[in-house]
């Protein structure tokens, strides 16, 4: 069983909303930070959001600061990621990743290699 599995891309038009999920299994949302990166093409993996398995310190990219938010749903042991004013930059691969290092977001967050347990991540593409 995949402890992560994304999904919720799709296609869509600038401007536009969009959730993600990240479904967890394997162990329970306040049990460790998880991490959102997205990947575009010929790019390196780009950190979105961190969030903490307790109730600890959030962490956004600037390249989404303000316009991602987040939420959590325990009976369902999922993570959900807003994405509200999609831009075509926001193009990419979505992936959640489990931190390493319990409930608190890492340090730095946006260093990938903290992180393990990828899902195979979710394509999300805003184009007109």
Known sequence: QVPLVESGGGLVQPGETLTLSCSVSEFSLDSYAIGWFRQAPGKEREGVL????????SYYGDSVKG?????RDYAKNTLYLHMNRLEPEDTGV?????????TGCPAPWANQRWYQDW????QVTVSD
Do not use: D, E
């Open 50 to 57: 961190c969030i903490p398995g307790n109730a600890g310190k």
């Open 67 to 71: 316009r991602v938010t987040f939420s």
């Open 94 to 102: 979505y992936y959640c990743g489990r931190s390493s290092f319990g």
């Open 119 to 122: 899902g195979q991540g979710t």
